[in-house]
């Protein structure tokens, strides 16, 4: 039913982007609400807080044309997860289950040509679901596709491409964490897919567009975890 997941996940697909807005962009980002202030201490995953309001964000990441590739309707479980997303980020990203062979064996992929939406290989995500015994994981996987989107819609300059894609993925799955959406056993599962997917050690430092290694990944998406729960801006917290 799945193909063997693979550790390339959308590397292939995506084409970092070197245009003009800088970080200042994301770093301006204006939070709304709180879950734990700037001087919250938060050195790894622990139990949720499940009260207070949790803070989202307006980066308007819109489609302005028709899907560019044949686009397969979403299933509940991943339509519901995108949702959730365009609430955080402020946007109308929509997702797309993959129909063309290019997309098999891959987790996911945003192009440049067709900025604000998610092709997903959804047997991808059913395997994610079925090892994790929870659909958190796949979630994350579908915020780090939807943090090219963000990237693309604010025409970042970053040194990480990939790196920061988790970073704002780990981002969004504080968001979770503050929302009681989100248990220290899916934070676990979730670092485990992503160290999963990374790539050899010391690669990133002269390639931007590559997805680092396990410990990098999990790094990155412990990084963007941790500015969320500290009340960091994407910016503050992502600066890859
Ligand atoms: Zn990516």
Same mark, same amino acid.
């Given at each position: 039913?799945?193909?063997? /997941? ?9 084409? /970092? ?17 709180? !879950? ?9 995953? *622990? ?17 302005? =044309? ?8 979403? *299933? /509940? ?10 609430? =955080? ?6 997702? !797309? ?13 945003? =192009? ?46 970053? &040194? ?15 968001? &979770? ?5 989100? &248990? ?6 979730? =670092? ?30 412990? &990084? ?13 917290? !992502?600066?890859?």
């Amino acid at each position: 039913m799945r193909n063997a /997941p693979s550790p390339s996940s959308d590397r292939a697909w995506y084409s /970092p982007h070197r245009i003009v807005i800088s970080w200042m962009a994301l770093a301006t980002l204006v939070g709304m609400g709180g !879950c734990g202030g700037p001087t919250k201490s938060v050195t790894g995953p *622990g139990d949720p807080p499940t009260t207070g309001a949790c803070r989202q964000f307006s980066v308007g990441a819109t489609p302005l =044309f028709p899907p560019q590739l044949p686009c397969g309707a979403p *299933g /509940p479980t991943t339509a519901g997860a995108v949702s959730s997303l365009n609430s =955080f980020w402020g946007g109308q990203v929509q997702a !797309c289950a993959c129909l063309i062979p290019q997309c098999i064996g891959t987790i996911g992929a945003v =192009f440049p040509f067709d900025p604000a939406r998610i092709y997903y290989d959804r047997d991808q995500l059913t395997y994610f679901d079925r090892v994790s015994g929870s659909t958190v994981p796949s979630d994350i996987w579908l915020a780090h596709e939807y943090g090219h989107a963000v990237q693309l819609a604010l025409r970042l300059q970053v &040194r990480h491409t990939e790196l920061q894609a988790d970073c704002l993925a780990g981002f969004y799955l504080g968001a &979770r964490v503050c929302a009681g959406t989100a &248990r220290q056993t899916d934070i676990l599962a979730t =670092f485990q897919t992503f160290c999963f997917a990374g790539g050899p050690p010391g690669s990133t430092w002269f390639n931007p567009g590559v997805h680092g290694s396990c410990p990098e990944r999990v790094s990155a998406v412990q &990084r963007g975890l941790n500015g969320y729960l500290g009340g960091l801006s994407p910016g503050a917290s !992502c600066p890859l």
